[in-house]
């Protein structure tokens, strides 16, 4: 099992410019979160999907940032233009739920994309 | 808003001792669940305790929780230098199906061989 991946690990970028991170999910998960961590405010949920559908987008720290998941195995994380201040690692997490369950099932992360911007 | 917040931020032990980490959280939960993360690398669940359980054990892990003080306490006995990483706590809320997680900041514990 490859877990989940995403790509790429490392973005170093200019102020302005458009940045795509990739998130694939474990296979059958059908829960798919993107967070942010920084050392000032932690780890921050900005979105997450149920069965590629846009759950809860209120994380989402303004409009220059876009999440999509056109199909099961594969999210977008956009942020465009890009800013100093967004300079963070940002997490893809997938989880498995099923109807009728009470409560969060455990979430397993990918390695995460720390990006930069200059 | 963050949900739960660990206690110590930062923890410095020899190998050998145990180590203490507790978490508080505010609102009423389903379940509540422990997090480690190595430096550079993404969380890896350690273990979940639900709402009507009040004591779990998972190897050298054991995690307490108390509804009625809304807290709970991750204990890890005999510590290994490999253990030296960030642990966080991560709650759902009630009554709200399926509930993203809400992490709290870490308390990050240093073993020192």
Not at chain 1, 26 to 52: A, C, D, K, P, V
Request: net charge neutral; proline share 4%.
């Amino acid at each position: 099992d490859a877990g989940v991946i995403q790509s790429p690990r490392h973005e170093v970028t200019e102020m302005g410019q458009e940045v795509t991170l990739r998130c694939k999910p474990i296979s059958g998960h059908n829960s798919l979160f993107w967070y942010r961590q920084t050392m000032m405010r932690g780890l921050e949920l900005l979105i997450y999907f149920n069965n590629n559908v846009p759950i809860d987008d209120s994380g989402m720290p303004e409009d220059r940032f876009s999440a999509k998941m056109p199909n099961a195995s594969f999210s977008t994380l956009k942020i465009q233009p890009s800013e100093p201040r967004d300079s963070a690692v940002y997490f893809c997490a997938s989880s498995l739920i099923w109807e009728g369950l009470a409560g969060a099932t455990e979430q397993f992360f990918g390695p995460g994309t720390r990006l930069t911007v200059l | 808003s963050q949900q739960g917040e660990e206690d110590p931020q930062a923890l410095s032990i020899q190998e050998g001792e145990n180590a203490t980490m507790n978490c508080s959280y505010k609102t009423s939960i389903n379940n509540l669940q422990w997090y480690r993360q190595n430096s550079g690398r993404g969380l890896v669940h350690l273990i979940l305790i639900r709402s009507n359980e009040r004591e779990k054990h998972s190897g050298r892990l054991r995690v307490t929780l108390d509804t009625s003080k809304k807290s709970s306490s991750l204990l890890i006995t005999a510590s290994r230098a490999a253990d030296t990483a960030s642990y966080f706590c991560a709650t759902d809320a009630l009554f709200s199906g399926n509930t993203p997680l809400v992490f709290g900041k870490g308390t990050r514990l240093s073993v020192i061989a």
